[in-house]
Antibody, heavy 125, light 106 residues
């Protein structure tokens, strides 16, 4: 199995909710930024957002409040929910791990070193 | 922050030196990474912090730049290098990617 294994529904109807989960099999679950990225032919790679093991999240404002991320530290898993999907949300969705860069007690994402295998999601009526 | 990659595609031969440019719409210091993506696969990290080669990546790959202008250079193109390449800025949120450069066989 890969270091990050993701799963979730691949076909949705407009207005439904996209739900994906990613299991982590590499390194420690703490100290990294657990990230979701999507790739569509029209928009290239788009950063959706990230979550830390503490549950602290940062989302892309372009998704206008439709995104929720969560973590389950007991299972080393993190999840993505995207509500009210439309055809514009059709894409391959990737989970990923971003390494942290520390400035004393503070950290920022530094680079993405592991990716999931990708989940194609199609939104169609 | 918008990242503009150029060219969007290029044709080259094995052994050629290839340079891809990534321009940021504002100063991102050196918080730039480069990824390679083969068809049907997830991106793979090549370089981070503008010029630091990820472990296991061949030394024919190199990165340079600072501020707003960055380059990825492949010193001698190999058959396995025909792929798409993306830059990513990690200076400020939302994190963003360049539009990509597809390297094709001439």
């Amino acid at each position: 199995q890969g270091e990050l294994q993701q799963w979730g529904a691949g076909v949705l109807k407009p207005s439904e909710t996209l739900s994906l989960t990613c299991a982590v099999y590499v390194g420690s679950f703490s100290g990294h930024y657990w990230t979701w990225i999507r790739q569509s032919p029209g928009k290239g790679l788009e950063w959706i957002g990230e979550i830390k093991e503490s549950g602290r999240t940062t989302y892309n404002p372009s998704l206008k409040g439709r995104v929720t991320m969560s973590v389950d530290t007991s299972k080393n898993q993190f999840s993505l929910r995207l509500t009210s999907v439309t055809a514009a949300d059709t894409a391959v969705y990737y989970c990923a791990r971003a390494k942290s860069l520390y400035f004393g007690a503070l950290s920022v994402p530094y680079y993405i070193d592991y990716w999931g295998q990708g989940t194609p999601v199609a939104v169609s009526s | 922050i918008q990242l503009t990659q150029s060219p969007s595609s290029l044709s080259a031969s094995v052994g050629d030196r290839v340079t891809i440019t990534c321009r940021a719409s504002q100063d991102i210091s050196d918080y730039l990474a480069w990824y390679q993506q083969r068809p049907g696969k997830a991106p793979k990290l090549l370089i981070y912090a503008t010029s630091t080669l990820q472990s296991g990546v061949p030394s024919r790959f190199s990165g340079s730049g600072s501020g707003t202008d960055f380059t990825l250079t492949i010193s001698s193109l190999q058959p396995e290098d025909f792929a798409s390449y993306y830059c990513q800025q990690l200076n400020s949120y939302p994190l963003t990617f360049g539009g990509g450069t597809k390297v094709e066989i001439k």
